[in-house]
């Protein structure tokens, strides 16, 4: 009787345990779904808001003897800087001290002791600025061909320079555009020398900031250009 009665306990024990594990199992597979439910909700609200970017270069090169934009930063949050010693990797520009930086509303860019050999064009000091989708060039003993430039441009202005051996350059001087998502780009010179084979465009002290449009409904819009010629024979 005893031992019966014992063999009776064991067996409701077991399947006591049984309905136990029974009844826990769906839950313990049910949690892996509800702990990964959320993370794939919230990745594309990650991605969705995040804002443009401001951003910044010394210079570059386009053409047979190209140049990447150096030295080049960008940000969307804080201040993000970078400076650059010397930039001397091909004959056709030669510049020192290239200093930049950027954050989402404002960047800046300077090059020192410029100079594009081919078309005569030599700087002291050449920068750009943006800040709340306003921008600004400036150019400190500047000149191209021995005639002065202006060392506080207006926006998008152009000089049409005629160099020997080459023909007829173009030069703009704080080029200023509108981009898509509202941002304004700066470019302090842009420099076209149409040499043999393919032409080539110089680019000197670039910045870029603003807000994307459905960001800020006030923001400026995309400056006018003014144009001065000035015929300049090299």
Known sequence: MRHSHAA???TAAGLLVTGLVATTAPALAAAP???TAPALATA???AATRGPEGSAYG???DGPLAVPPVPSVSSAAGTVSRSLAREDHTKLVNASALDVSAS????HSTVARLAVPSARLLASAVSAR???GRGSAHLTRANIAGRELDASPPPNTTVPVDVEGVGRASLTLNKQQRMADGRLAVTAMELRLPLPGKAST???ASATCGRAASDDPGEAPAPTPVKHDLPVTG
């Open 8 to 10: 009776g306990r064991l």
């Open 104 to 107: 989402r509303a404002r960047a």
């Open 130 to 132: 943006c800040e709340a």
């Open 33 to 35: 779904a509800l702990a």
């Open 59 to 61: 210079l570059t090169v």
């Open 44 to 46: 594309p609200a990650t």
């Open 202 to 204: 110089v680019r000197i």
